[in-house]
């Protein structure tokens, strides 16, 4: 497992949280 991909998917799943807020 990579660990820059899980801090990608992180970072996408931060940026959709305050898009939806």
Do not use: C, P
């Not at 497992?1 to 807020?21: C, D, G, R, T």
């Amino acid at each position: 497992m990579a660990l820059w991909n899980i801090k990608i998917l992180f970072q996408n799943y931060s940026k959709s949280k305050i898009n939806k807020a």
